[in-house]
């Protein structure tokens, strides 16, 4: 008995050994719990590692991960940084997926995720040590991941994205007039093929063709199976996301071309391969809209409280030299240019001013470079329509009409009227505000993050503090400053008030003169003369905005100094500005506007403040109005800048 006790106390003290020796280890099988779970910026100084799964190289998978791992990056999760993935895929062969998910599922990871319809139904069999994300799957319930896309199984989540089958078929039916016989290869062992023939049947009856299908289990049998296709006398070849057809495209588009049939598909890197059109997801956007789940899920999220989720980034492409070659006209809906060579479906975005002015004209380059920076060209990958109502409500009320009748991508909408009134026309639009001072005040939204769910925006309140700072440090003992206002502006209300109280503050007394129209601007900047106003603090709205030159000669005429909220003014007379960086204003719109085109809804976008303000003096205006800038005064004004 003694010597089975001491046995029994070896062999626990042993068990003790390992279990601590492997605590690490089992740690580390619990990603995220040290961190706060589902936040979507990475957790300063940790480590984080995703095994990836996917089918095989592909020119759209491809395209998919660089909008990923763009996304990931902007949240601060760096490949080779703080991010390490692990990354192997099948070579195309659907047998080879479960022995990589045991592989990456007993390796230390905090994610795993799986890309391709079949990737995700393995996964739900062969991973069991670790969460699991997904996207580039068109039907993940066909896939087996739920019942619905809120009742799912556990341990998983991810985006689909069913391709639009019924548009493309419409774009068959109109390129090839009376066509009657249309066909497809796929993979019978692919879930997401399955659903998209079983809708292509339905379509089929419906619009009275003939749906010619063959089914394959490998890409060895594509070239005999396109054959057998062909043979039955179809008139066009439509090929979607399947990924054993995908592999074999080539051979498809060969065998399609020399029989002079045209191809359809639903991926765009397939048009530079031989197809005359495709409609379907944006596959980048796809991957940049997935990259938030990702992140979430990477911080500790369960995937068991995150639905599954439909997203298609819709993209159009055609190539009009090969659907000529073919004795086919691509119909007008599915173009906007007339350019002869490959065609992207352009994003088509409209543009509002409200009224000429430097401010809005400083936002619409903005929006225009910080879309350039993020590859979308003006004439390639967008077009874009300016309107500019003028200063005249009628007018913009006209241009909210157009605007209702078409379709488009994004608006712009750059003033405070025009937010107000578009926000209103165009309910189902996804509207990006700029140049806007007070969006609350606009009946745009309760707080930044709780506004109308079409809507998201920059803000240009202007630094009103900063300027009576100013002005009081340039002029000791100054009592009382002035501004033109217009009450027909909200912004302008509002801004009179946010100037009005930071005066106060400062004990001094804001006069305030209304204009209704750029007749009254002058007359309105006179009367402050005669109160004896000791300096012009003169807001910027709309109206003034247009018309600052009159204040201006005001100032000049009366010497009374003139300050501002616009950087343009220091090279027009002004003393000194305390300006929001409106070409800032513009492009920060311009990238919030290139998160909305990738998938993330402006309902979830949270309303921001420009982040860059100029404090700028004029040593030129300082000198003719005998203003002292001294060392004291630089170092009183935070961040001042004398221009020469």
Known sequence: MKSFSRGILGLFIVSAI???????????????????KGGSQAVEGKMYSIGLSYFAPEASHDELLAGLWSRLKELGFERNKNLRVVESHSNGEIGNISSILLNLDNQPLDLILVTS???????????????????YCSDPIAAGAGKSYKDHAK??????????????????????PGIKKIGTLYNNAEANSRSVVSLMRKIADKKGFELIEVPVTGSSEIFQATQVILSKGIQAMYISGDNTATQGFDVIAGLCERSHIPVIVNDKELVGKGAIGSIGPGWKGVGYHTGDLVASMLNGASPDSIPLENYVNENIEVNIPKARSLGLTIPNEFLTSGNQSQIVRKQRFALVHYVDSPNSEDCEKGIRKALEDKNLRDGVEYSMK???????????????????????DLVFALSTPTAQLLSKKLTDARLVFSNVGDPHAAGLGKSAAEHL?????????????????????LHSGIKRVGTVFTPAEINSVSYREHLEQAARKQGITLVSVPA?????????????VSQRIEAFCQISDNLTGSCTAAILKASRDSGIPFYGFVTKLVQQGAIGVCARDYFE???????????????INPENIAFQNVKKTDYLISEQSARLFKVDLTEK??????NLKIIK
Not at 403 to 408: D, F, H, I, Q, Y
């Open 18 to 36: 390992l279990l601590l020796s492997d605590l690490d280890n089992r740690n580390k099988s619990k990603p995220g719990q040290q961190i706060n």
């Open 117 to 135: 319809t079949p990737c995700v139904t393995a996964a739900l069999t062969s991973v069991r040590n670790h969460r699991v994300a997904f996207t």
């Open 155 to 176: 341990g998983i989540s991810g985006i689909g994205s069913f391709p639009p089958v019924e548009k493309t078929i419409q774009f068959i039916l109109e390129t090839i």
């Open 386 to 408: 300016v309107y500019n109502a003028q200063g005249d409500i009628s007018t913009l009320n006209s241009i909210a009409g157009t605007l209702v009748n078409e379709s488009w």
């Open 453 to 473: 769910p079409n809507v998201c925006g920059v803000s240009t309140m202007s630094d009103f503090e900063g300027l009576i700072n100013m002005v009081k440090t």
């Open 516 to 528: 209704n129209s750029a007749t009254e601007v002058l007359d309105a900047a006179n009367s402050l």
């Open 585 to 599: 204003a513009g492009y920060e719109a311009g990238e919030m506007a290139f998160k909305v085109l990738n998938g």
């Open 633 to 638: 005064v630089k170092v009183a004004i935070p």
